[in-house]
């Protein structure tokens, strides 16, 4: 099972909806990133897990809010979100200390 | 900082052409070299990788070589097809931190029937 899992695939919300988004792999894999992808640019990391801690936060807004529960899942929280986070938000998965990431489909956000 | 620039799209090909898309990268340290290929409507798919200089990743028809002496990683396929079309990201990762892998721009392909 080489698959990396995103719910949903789309989600609109309000901006003052709160919504998760949701992610899941089995590959065993300790690291598990959080990525934001705007159209026509490169995905920008948003926060990376290791061995279920936190890692990385690059410097992103509280209204997003990342989770993991175990090592197979990975949440992102969202609450009081702007139209401009509006974009595709993609989970990957590694193991340690590569660069060799496996990534969802992703799940396309818009904020209304 | 570490850092890779990537060619500039959009390219446009006949299919059968001859792809090139040019790579290089900062040259601090010693970093393991990938390809990324993101197809419409897709997430990211790891094309290829090399991770010591003059390693040759390929697949899928796709090859790069890893050049130390011109910070290089080119992609290169010797006959594109119309199911190639999508964005290549050109990726060093520096090590160390699971956050040291750097995405280029990415350069859009698409190649014509």
Known sequence: ?112 | GDSVTQMEGPVTLSEEAFLTINCTYTATGYPSLFWYVQYPGEGLQLLLKATKADDKGSNKGFEATYRKETTSFHLEKGSVQVSDSAVYFCAPHYGGSQGNLIFGKGTKLSVKP
């Open chain 1, 1 to 112: 099972d080489t698959e990396v899992t995103q719910t949903p695939k789309h989600l609109v919300m309000g901006m003052t909806n709160k919504k998760s988004l949701k992610c899941e792999q089995h590959m065993g894999h300790r690291a598990m990133y959080w990525y934001k992808q705007k159209a026509k640019k490169p995905p920008e990391l948003m926060f990376v897990y290791s061995y279920e801690k936190l890692s990385i936060n690059e410097s992103v807004p509280s209204r997003f809010s990342p989770e993991c529960p175990n090592s197979s899942l990975l949440n992102l929280h969202l609450h009081a979100l702007q139209p401009e986070d509006s974009a595709l938000y993609l989970c990957a998965s590694s193991p340690l200390e590569t660069g060799e990431l496996f990534f969802g489909e992703g799940s396309r956000l818009t904020v209304l």
